[in-house]
């Protein structure tokens, strides 16, 4: 099982993002008007006090998911395991994620990353920083201060937001991929008057998962929490399956989820449908992955718990989805991560999945199908489709 996270270019102009919301004009018209509640009834606060789908992401400790982020690239070998690739080669592993954080974002997020494409000798064998025991925050810590005291003669840490630590292929040992955020009070790791504050730490894995690890990685960066399960049972991704990057690495639909993009600001308040009290609204819900008009339909059940419906299109980030349509998911903000925060609800549970595909890949609703939780009080249902997004009912008794 992978561990996740370890807790104690030019920016591209903005012209893209209005020339796609004119195409959608055009084919779509004027979307439905719908009413719903003040957006604000539907934002839930987390409580786990870490990594949860709650708004109220603490900026004191996570990195600001808008505007440019400045990360520098170090790469690092071992007296163990000498590197034998070239710098430009694992770094070509992960560059990508700047054009698909881009596109995830709607524009809004660009990682402007440096290469220092210089081999760093780290001072221990590979064998030695604790990867094979899973490695503490403070290992972590120990790890990522080597390098950055290594490169520190030749980089100015001060002009930077995140450093990413890439391994040689060649160091078995440095087998995963997670994330470092400094705890508050702490020492941490200082260079040039300043405190590294988030970094990733690229191992093995890297060579599976390419840019998408560095997309996930960072998400943590930016405060979201692990999709997939902690103990792995017989399915590990049985929350969400192949939808969300920070769910599978490697699913066939990882554009964030609409809740995700906005909890990062990516979405707009004027994009969400509210449903928190008693009746109903029908809207129209152009797919995730693009930028304009509803994004999500938000019916809220708790203080902590909502139920959420967008649409999904196998396009740009999500070109590989095993199917597309209206997707229906439970959040919670109460659940920590890697323990199901969001559940997908699956449209179709009896049908096997397509080659490639996970049980849930195939869970998007269609025209006249509908989700119910009687207990719950909810109802959704899809009312009609066409190639850039559903009309769907929500309503609340």
Known sequence: MRRKFISSRTTKPAIVSALLAAVLLLFLGTPPAQAGDPVSSCKLSGTTGWTDEGQNTDYTVFQRPTGTKKVVMLFVDFPDAAATETTSSDAAQLTPVADWLWKASYGKTWLSISQHNHWLRMPKNSTEYGYERGLTHEEHEAYIKDAVNKADPQVDFSQYDM???????????ISFTPTYVYEPGTT???ADNTTVKWSVTFGQDMWDFGPKVAAHETGHTFGLPDLYAFDAGSDMHRFVGGWDVMGYVSGKGPQFFAWHSWKLGWTADDQVLCRATAGNDTVYLSAVEYGSYKKMA????????????????AVHNDSDACSTGALVYKVDTSVKTGEGPIRVMDARPDATPASGCHALDDAPYWTNQSFTDSAAGVKIEVTGTDGYGETVRVTKS
């Open 298 to 313: 938000v019916v809220k059940t708790s203080s902590t718990t909502a139920y959420v419906v967008e649409s999904r299109r």
């Open 188 to 190: 941490g790791i200082r």
């Open 163 to 173: 450093v990413y630590v890439v391994a040689t292929k060649n160091a078995k040992a």
